[in-house]
């Protein structure tokens, strides 16, 4: 399967790219040559903003840099995406259920996709389980304060 990427111009649709025109002009050549009855298939996306983008992965640099559960970014991005329950649940090596983080990259969440998951994701950071997980010391109210301090950031 090709994957395409299009924009449109004034003069009409056309490839980003020199390999996604002649892609593309290969796609429209089958499309007209198709006899009449015969299907195909193919599914598109639309692309997601980088602005999305930057906010969800600047909310978790910030919570990163404010936390010291995780010891990588990575480790803290599939805690808070499976908190999000954007996850499968799975066997673990013991044969228990464990929880596995659904990739989020370009290709597998569109820009209202990806939107719905950061909000999910703030709902979770909000929640009393979160906040004590990831600030078993603070004093109550000391956690809520601050993952809204965190989220009234903007670096996007």
Not at 34 to 47: D, K, L, R, Y
Not at 52 to 59: E, I, M, R
Not at 98 to 110: G, H, K, Q
């Amino acid at each position: 399967m090709s994957r395409i990427v299009l924009t449109k111009t004034p003069q009409g649709i056309e490839g980003m790219t020199d390999a996604d025109e002649r892609c593309f002009d290969r796609f429209n050549a089958y499309v007209q040559a198709m006899p009449v009855g015969e299907t195909i298939a193919f599914s598109w996306t639309e692309p997601r903003s980088h602005y999305w983008h930057a906010v969800h992965f600047g909310l978790l640099k910030r919570l990163f840099q404010s936390q010291r559960r995780f010891e990588t970014p990575e480790a803290l991005r599939a805690w808070v995406t499976v908190g999000a329950g954007h996850c499968d649940l799975v066997p673990g090596p013991d044969g228990v259920t464990v929880a596995a983080p659904r990739s989020i990259s370009y290709e597998s969440l569109d820009d209202a996709a990806f939107q719905l998951h950061h909000q999910r994701c703030i709902t979770f950071l909000r929640t009393p389980a979160a906040l004590v997980f990831l600030w078993p010391a603070a004093r109550p109210g000391i956690a809520e304060r601050g993952i809204e301090r965190i989220l009234a950031s903007d670096d996007g």
